[in-house]
C-alpha cells in the first residue's frame, strides 16, 4: 500500500530564502507526481505534476525534481516571499483505485517579512 | 475550461441529522470523480471514485455513501451523521494527468 512522507511538517524562515520540501514515498510504481498549495481553508491548487518519465518540472520560482528509483521528490521554492505562506502538498498517482492520489500531510510553510 | 463546483460552502448540523454534499464539473465529459475528507491534523483520505455515471468505488467503510445521477455531478449523502463526520470534503476531478479539487465544504457536525 503506498504511503506518502512529508518532511518537515512545519518551516518558518524569513523572506528571501530558498527553501526545499521533501516528499517520499514507498512504492515506485507511480502514474505521476503533484504538488499543490492550500491556504487555510480553501481547496488545492496545483503547481507542478512531473510524470514518471520525468525528471524535474519549473514553474516560475518553483522546481520539482523527482527520483522515481529511490521514491523521492522535492519542491525547491527560490526568492521565499509572505505570499508563498501556505501548505504544501506531495500527492501520487497509482494506476488503481480509479487512478486517484494518495497525498502526504503536508508541510506548512510561514514566511516572515 | 474546466470548473468544478461544490455546495455549499459551510454546513453545521446536529449528530444523527442527513447530508447531501454537491460537486458539478464543467468543461469536461466523462471525469473521474473523487470525494476526499481532510480532517484536522490528518492527510486528504480518499473516499469514493467513480469513473462513470452509476459507477461508484468506496474507500473507506463508514455512513458515508456516494451517488453519480450524472455524468458530471457526484454526490456525497448519509443517513445520519457521526461527530466523526466532520471535515473538510473536497470534490475532485481528474483528466489523463492532473487532478483538480472544488473550494470545498467545511462540516461541523454538532
Redesign the interface.
Known sequence: KQE?TQIPAALSVPEGENLVLNCSFTDSAIY?L?W?RQDP??????LL?I?SSQREQTSGRLNASLDKSSGRSTLYIAASQPGDSATY?C?V?GWG??????????TRLLVKP | SQTIHQWPATLVQPVGSPLSLECTVEGTSNPNLYWYRQAAGRGLQLLFYSVGIGQISSEVPQNLSASRPQDRQFILSSKKLLLSDSGFYLCAWSGENEQYFGPGTRLTVT
Do not use: H
Request: net charge positive; glycine share 20%.
Open positions: 506518502v505521476n503533484q499543490f481553508g480553501k481547496g488545492l491548487t496545483s505534476l510524470q502538498l500527492a498517482r483505485q480509479g487512478f486517484s492520489f494518495i497525498f502526504g500531510k503536508g
